[in-house]
């Protein structure tokens, strides 16, 4: 079973175009807020975790499926797909919280890099590596942990 983290948007005027539905980058910048609750939901501030090594998005893929558009309710769902040496793979599923409906289905690939002029891959840190292939807790699967609300 994946550990889900689950975060509920209302889709602002400022993401739509002209016919009020949410421009497509945006999925986007909605997968990185709940990959930033993922990690704060496993004890991770990603502002601190960041003043030691880098995470560069080597990768970036989006499905979409169905408008979201001004004012919906949506939820974005994040899990960790597969965890490598020097990187990572996250999944998300946006919902409208309305209707159920599947929006959008997507993944990213984090690599863990050195600060500097010249970045290299590094590894996972440990406490992170461990954190991420724990096993849930009991039940945290059946329903995702709701982290963020705006």
Known sequence: MKRVVESHLRVRYAETDAQGVVYYANYLVWFEVARVNYLRALGFDFRSLEQ??????????????????????????????????????????????????????????????????????????????QALLAEPADGECEEPVVVCKS
């Open 52 to 129: 030691q090594i880098t995470v560069v998005i080597a990768e970036a893929n989006c499905r979409y499926l169905a408008p979201a558009r001004f004012d919906d309710e949506i939820a974005v769902r994040a899990w960790v797909e597969e965890v490598r040496r020097t990187s990572l793979v996250f999944a998300y599923a946006v919902y409208n919280r309305a209707s159920g409906q599947l929006l959008t289905e997507g993944s990213t690939v984090l690599v863990f890099v050195t600060l500097g002029a010249q970045p290299r891959p590094i590894e996972i840190p440990t406490a992170l590596r």
